[in-house]
């Protein structure tokens, strides 16, 4: 049996010490890639260029938004709204509806006054119904809405609030416009080297509502990013090629994940290369071989015990009790 003088001192265990420094190296580097690649991944162009996407499709639905806020602050129709006379109310949503791209229809409501009316166009239904009693309880902005998808009904709903001057509600604005305002808002994208989707969730489902750029970027998991003032997402596939990869904005420059990459293999290889050297000084500092009744010492411990290295005995831990073995010392 050999046993290492370095694995069995009297000081602990250096060759366990060892696997664990190793480990820890190891580890950190995990680690350390882990949190530069995550952080390389949020700050990635693509992901930029999504949430730029999507802030510029905010913008145009945010243009449609402050229509009717500027509605809400006008003297004439809430002055109709006190009176409560619902034909005048109507008479004069009817007026204004050519104020708004692609209106469909505008109602002016009296709150806790509508109903399911299924033969206007588009008709005013349950959905409609329910964002118009959520608008009435509470008064956190409403998202507007994508109904009837799929058929010739199909339209956006937009709802805003009216209150009087004391800032208690008096009426309700309830907009459809066309869904081709979706193609209009993407119509301001660049998606000339991607693909983007204006999406709806509603429950598990995913809704498309428009798409622009190249199908057959499609392809993956997309980047996703809300679009403020909205329940929507825009989803986004940049191109995936070869040239994509290695250079994200064209500009030649190496993209932080490869340099990562190359740093983890450089530090890896160094970590390697030093766990050798240590196991390689383990086995030429000598060993103790046990045979049957007597010891025997090999390598450089050997040579330290027989005089080839005066002065060394002192680097030797223990030489002393070492020395009183040499009678029990066999031949190799």
Request: charged share 15%; proline share 4%; with cysteine.
């Amino acid at each position: 049996m050999s046993v290492d003088p370095e694995q069995h001192s009297e000081n602990g265990h250096p060759a366990i010490s060892k696997r664990i420094s190793f480990a820890i190296i190891v580890f950190c580097l995990t680690v350390l890639t882990g949190s530069v690649y995550g952080a390389d991944e949020a700050s990635s162009p693509e992901n930029s260029i999504a949430s730029a996407q999507a802030a510029e499709a905010s913008k145009y639905f945010a243009s449609i938004r402050k229509q009717l806020t500027e509605l809400t602050s006008d003297a004439g129709l809430i002055q109709l709204f006190i009176a409560g006379d619902a034909l005048s109310l109507d008479q004069e949503a009817t007026r204004r509806t050519t104020q708004f791209t692609s209106a469909l229809k505008l109602r002016f409501l009296i709150p806790g006054q509508y109903e399911v009316d299924n033969i206007s166009h588009p008709p005013l239904g349950f959905t409609s119904l329910e964002l118009l009693r959520r608008a009435e309880l509470s008064t956190e902005a409403i998202n507007p809405e994508a109904l009837m998808l799929g058929t010739d009904n199909a339209h956006i709903v937009f709802i805003e609030r009216i209150n009087n001057t004391t800032g208690i509600l008096i009426g309700l604005i309830h907009l459809s416009l066309g869904v081709d305002h979706f193609e209009h808002a993407l119509a301001t994208l660049e998606a000339s080297s991607a693909y983007v989707e204006l999406t709806q969730t509603v429950g598990e489902h995913t809704q498309v509502l428009a798409s622009q750029g190249k199908p057959e970027y499609k392809q993956g998991e997309p980047l996703l990013a809300s679009i403020a003032g909205t329940g929507w997402n825009l989803a986004y596939w940049a191109d995936t090629g070869v040239a994509s990869i290695i250079d994200y904005n064209g500009d030649g420059s190496v993209p932080t994940t490869a340099i990562v990459i190359v740093l983890f293999l450089l530090l890896a290889g160094t970590a390697g290369i030093i766990f050798l050297r240590w196991g390689r000084k383990t086995v030429d500092s000598g060993s103790v071989v046990i045979a049957g009744e007597g010891v025997v010492y090999t390598g450089a411990i050997r040579a330290i015990l027989e005089g080839a290295h005066p002065g060394m005995e002192k680097l030797v831990p223990n030489l002393a009790t070492m020395n009183s073995w040499k009678g029990h010392v066999q031949p190799v």
